[in-house]
Each structure stands twice: as C-alpha cells, then as structure tokens.
C-alpha cells in the first residue's frame, strides 16, 4: 500500500521536474553547505560579525517587492503539522494563516512526508476530511479564509523518496518542488499569492539559491514573478546577521522575517561552548525577555520595517488550562509576549495550538489597529554582540527533570510517527526538542554545568539515573513493548547528551 501512494504522488511530471532541479542546483547547494561550514566555525572562534562584502546592501536605499493585497493582513497564523486532521483543524481554526511545517511538525520518515503531501493537496482544494471518535466526519469549510502555507524541509536534509543518480535529492527541493507543482497554481487562484516559511536559512547566498528555485518554479507553473512569497524563519545566528541581506536575495519573492527563539537558542549552544565555557541556564529561563531573543525581535522589526515588508512574532507553545477558573501563569506570561510583540511593531505572531488563536488574535487587536505596522519604523541600534549576549540564570533540578521529560516524550512519539507532542502543558516541536538536548549535552559538558542549590554536577552518571526515575513516572515500564521503547529513547537520550560533538536531530 505504502508504494502504491508513493507511485501516484510522484508523478512523471514531478519526478522529472525535481530532477530537473536537482540538476541545476544540487552542486551549488552542496558548496553553500561547505561554506556555511566555515562561516559557523568563524562564529564560533568570535569573529561574530556583520561581513564586510555586504556593507553596500545593508547601508543602501531598497525595498522588497510590494506585497499583493492579499498577504498584508496577517496578524496571527498558526504553524503546525500536515496531517489530515491537523491541516482540518488549522483551515477551521480562525487563523489568518496555516502553516503546514513538514520539518519541525512532520515525523521525517519517507510514508508520513508522502502523506503529508497527498493531504496538502486536498487541503489545498479544500477537498479534505477525516473521522473524529467524537465529532464524526469533519472536513474543511469551504467558506475558509484561512491562508495555506508551507514551510518546507531544510536545504541540507535529504529525501529518500527520490534519486538522482543514485543519491537522495535535497528535501527542501523536494517539498517545495513537490506541493506547487501539485496545487501551486489552485492557491495563487485563490490567496492571491503562494506562501512559503523557510527554516535554517544562515545567510544570503542561500537566500539566492531559494530565490532562483522559486523563480525556476513560477516560470514552470506559468506564474507572474512574485506570485511566491517567502517568510524566512530566523532560527540561527548566522541567519540574525545576514537577516537585512537575506531580504535583499529574496526581493522580488520576500514577504518578511519570523523568529524561532528556541531554535535561536539552540544554535547558540551550537556555536559557543567548551568545557570552561559559562552555559545557558534553565529553559525556563530562556523567555522572549532574554537579551539575545529580545535584541533579536526588535532588530527584525528594524529591518523589516525598513525594507518594506512584515515582521513577524514568535511562535507560543503554552497551553491554556482546561480549567477556566484556573488560568496558569505560564499562560499569562504568554499573553504578555503577544501584547508586547503588538506594542514593540510585529506585525502578526505564531501560535501552535487552535485554543491560542483567540487570546493572541485580542491581543493584537488591542494594539495593531490596522491590517499590518511596517509604518513604524524602530531604530534601536542593536549590535552583533547583542544578538548573542546570553541570559544569566539557575540551574534547576526542576528544569532538568522537564527536560528529560521532554526529551523521552519526544522520542517514544517519533516512533508512532507523531512530529509534536503536549508535555507538561506546552507543545513541543523538533526546536524545543532540540533545545531540551543541546542544554543537556552543554551542561555535561562544561564545568559550569552544576545545580545551583545543590553544586551536583550534571553528568554522564546522574543523566541515566534521572532519566530511568522519570520514566518510571510517565510510563507503565512493567508492558515489555513500552519498556523497550523507553530503553531506547533514553539510550538515545543519554547518547546524545554525551557525545563528543554538537548533537543533531
């Protein structure tokens, strides 16, 4: 069953058109890969730095492309999975904007990317439906203004499901290829333009390769130049300081700048570590008020504004409580960052569940009259050391045992193909799981990685032993299928946190 759905979604005209692409592109973006090498090991020996080569753009007088009518209201979109019932519920949910995210939303193996695929194009033609225990069949309103957009694999990821030359094409090639050329053209009728998010963007060289890969795209599908609109998430530091030269690549097919604060702050582990090295205190800790993220949010309304195109907040993942009498002071906090976004000049946010939609939509209502606010123009005058200047804080054995529950949740998740998971009243996506593993593997690595009450020390011995502790909490260990599960994914766990380098995911 499973070839069957992938012969019928890679259609001759798709398959020869990805290879088309991957003929075109495919040395190009293996070199930008090795250059981005280089760039993050220059990062990371401290030459943290605006490039020189690119001062005439940063310093010259130009806008992005205007923005079509269509896409200048956004205000808050939601972001997450391409499953049926999740693309159902997003289309349903009052958003301005679904995004359907096949990297940080999307379990990654070869069935549930095809799948995802096939349902986005339903979703598309407003042609999709599923069964609920509760609610029975439930499908798309086909009165919905709700937007589609995707948000497609990164560069240096691979897809399986295709081969040129015997070697596995780039997934974001793939995914973008793949969906426009399926109901590309049936959005543009519709939305008045195509719109795409694009993660772990780290510099404006690869801004261009995506801007001529949607330029090669529009002229296949006959489009006028523009009718694709990107959103660059802002996940890593290198992409922070080539965000103003990024727009510039992506002129013509710009429609702004997002931000990714958990992604952020796992790529500053990335870049700055060492075992003498002061480290990132508990994630809690690590809110949009940290210097780092909050330097971050106001220089991308900065230049977004300056250029002429949206700025858009970051995406929230704390639940509201079940129990409206009782509203959870995470969940306030939350609110706060919408209300401040709104005042500081975003213009939109992210959430990643349906029952934030509301709340963020008021919000933002309060304080953003009209459809957008790349009127105000803010000139804070942040600096590079200012985009990385951590935040100082504890180390909690309450932080750490939520990580590790974030952590083995994750994983046991990953093996029923589920791309996201809810624990302890937040969604976690592959950011915050990333996250959850770079502060435990930066933590057992540097000397500095000690609770703060206690001066114990985090460490290869305690890792295994907390984890098996929590475990035994959260699942019933004593059925030998879930057992073994939990073995693995702490193993992993402990693998990754232990391991010489920067852990991946």
């Given at each position: 069953?499973?070839?069957?759905?992938?012969?019928?979604?890679?259609?001759?005209?798709?398959?020869?058109?990805?290879?088309?692409?991957?003929?075109?592109?495919?040395?190009?973006?293996?070199?930008?890969?090795?250059?981005?090498?280089?760039?993050?090991?220059?990062?990371?020996?401290?030459?943290?730095?605006?490039?020189?080569?690119?001062?005439?753009?940063?310093?010259?007088?130009?806008?992005?492309?205007?923005?079509?009518?269509?896409?200048?209201?956004?205000?808050?979109?939601?972001?997450?999975?391409?499953?049926?019932?999740?693309?159902?519920?997003?289309?349903?949910?009052?958003?301005?904007?679904?995004?359907?995210?096949?990297?940080?939303?999307?379990?990654?193996?070869?069935?549930?990317?095809?799948?995802?695929?096939?349902?986005?194009?339903?979703?598309?033609?407003?042609?999709?439906?599923?069964?609920?225990?509760?609610?029975?069949?439930?499908?798309?309103?086909?009165?919905?203004?709700?937007?589609?957009?995707?948000?497609?694999?990164?560069?240096?990821?691979?897809?399986?499901?295709?081969?040129?030359?015997?070697?596995?094409?780039?997934?974001?090639?793939?995914?973008?290829?793949?969906?426009?050329?399926?109901?590309?053209?049936?959005?543009?009728?519709?939305?008045?333009?195509?719109?795409?998010?694009?993660?772990?963007?780290?510099?404006?060289?690869?801004?261009?390769?995506?801007?001529?890969?949607?330029?090669?795209?529009?002229?296949?599908?006959?489009?006028?130049?523009?009718?694709?609109?990107?959103?660059?998430?802002?996940?890593?530091?290198?992409?922070?300081?080539?965000?103003?030269?990024?727009?510039?690549?992506?002129?013509?097919?710009?429609?702004?700048?997002?931000?990714?604060?958990?992604?952020?702050?796992?790529?500053?582990?990335?870049?700055?570590?060492?075992?003498?090295?002061?480290?990132?205190?508990?994630?809690?800790?690590?809110?949009?008020?940290?210097?780092?993220?909050?330097?971050?949010?106001?220089?991308?309304?900065?230049?977004?504004?300056?250029?002429?195109?949206?700025?858009?907040?970051?995406?929230?993942?704390?639940?509201?409580?079940?129990?409206?009498?009782?509203?959870?002071?995470?969940?306030?906090?939350?609110?706060?960052?919408?209300?401040?976004?709104?005042?500081?000049?975003?213009?939109?946010?992210l959430v990643v569940h349906e029952d934030m939609v509301n709340a963020s939509m008021v919000?933002?209502?309060?304080?953003?009259?009209?459809?957008?606010?790349?009127?105000?123009?803010?000139?804070?005058?942040?600096?590079?050391?200012?985009?990385i200047r951590r935040p100082e804080g504890n180390i909690t054995v309450d932080s750490l045992?939520?990580?590790?529950?974030?952590?083995?949740?994750?994983?046991?998740?990953?093996?029923?193909?589920?791309?996201?998971?809810?624990?302890?009243?937040?969604?976690?996506?592959?950011?915050?799981?990333?996250?959850?593993?770079?502060?435990?593997?930066?933590?057992?690595?540097?000397?500095?990685?000690?609770?703060?009450?206690?001066?114990?020390?985090?460490?290869?011995?305690?890792?295994?032993f907390m984890l098996k502790k929590e475990a035994d909490k959260m699942f019933e260990v004593?059925?030998?299928?879930?057992?073994?599960?939990?073995?693995?994914?702490?193993?992993?766990?402990?693998?990754?946190?232990?391991?010489?380098?920067?852990?991946?995911?």
């Open positions: 069953m499973k070839d069957t759905v992938q012969a019928r979604s890679l259609t001759s005209e798709v398959r020869s058109f990805i290879e088309e692409l991957y003929s075109a592109f495919e040395d190009r973006r293996v070199d930008l890969l090795r250059q981005r090498a280089e760039r993050r090991a220059s990062l990371s020996a401290g030459d943290v730095a605006h490039l020189d080569a690119t001062t005439n753009v940063r310093e010259g007088k130009w806008q992005v492309d205007e923005l079509p009518e269509q896409a200048l209201e956004r205000r808050v979109e939601l972001i997450g999975g391409a499953n049926r019932s999740e693309l159902i519920t997003g289309l349903n949910a009052g958003a301005k904007t679904y995004i359907a995210d096949l990297w940080n939303f999307t379990a990654q193996d070869t069935w549930s990317i095809l799948r995802a695929h096939k349902s986005l194009s339903g979703a598309a033609n407003h042609d999709l439906a599923f069964l609920d225990d509760r609610e029975g069949r439930v499908r798309v309103n086909p009165r919905s203004t709700t937007r589609l957009m995707l948000a497609p694999r990164p560069l240096y990821v691979h897809e399986g499901a295709l081969q040129v030359n015997e070697e596995p094409v780039a997934a974001g090639i793939f995914d973008t290829a793949f969906a426009l050329v399926k109901h590309g053209t049936v959005l543009y009728e519709r939305q008045g333009f195509i719109g795409l998010y694009l993660r772990d963007v780290q510099g404006h060289l690869e801004a261009r390769l995506w801007c001529h890969l949607i330029q090669r795209i529009e002229e296949h599908l006959e489009l006028p130049r523009g009718a694709v609109r990107a959103t660059v998430m802002i996940d890593t530091i290198p992409g922070a300081l080539e965000a103003e030269e990024i727009l510039f690549e992506l002129m013509h097919h710009s429609a702004g700048l997002s931000l990714d604060p958990q992604g952020y702050a796992a790529d500053h582990i990335a870049l700055f570590h060492g075992p003498d090295r002061a480290v990132l205190p508990d994630r809690e800790s690590i809110g949009l008020n940290a210097p780092f993220l909050r330097a971050l949010s106001l220089n991308t309304i900065g230049i977004c504004h300056r250029r002429g195109c949206h700025a858009m907040g970051a995406p929230s993942f704390i639940l509201p409580s079940l129990d409206h009498d009782r509203i959870k002071t995470e969940y306030l906090e939350m609110l706060a960052d919408k209300e401040r976004e709104a005042v500081d000049g975003h213009d939109g946010t919000e933002f209502n309060k304080s953003m009259p009209r459809a957008h606010q790349m009127g105000y123009l803010r000139n804070d005058g942040i600096t590079p050391s200012d985009l045992k939520s990580i590790l529950r974030t952590a083995l949740r994750s994983l046991m998740m990953r093996e029923e193909g589920k791309g996201w998971v809810i624990q302890g009243g937040r969604v976690h996506d592959r950011s915050s799981l990333l996250l959850a593993i770079r502060l435990l593997w930066q933590w057992n690595h540097s000397s500095h990685g000690i609770i703060t009450a206690t001066n114990l020390p985090i460490t290869r011995d305690l890792i295994p004593s059925d030998p299928v879930i057992k073994k599960r939990v073995e693995r994914a702490s193993a992993y766990i402990v693998e990754l946190a232990t391991s010489e380098g920067v852990p991946m995911l």
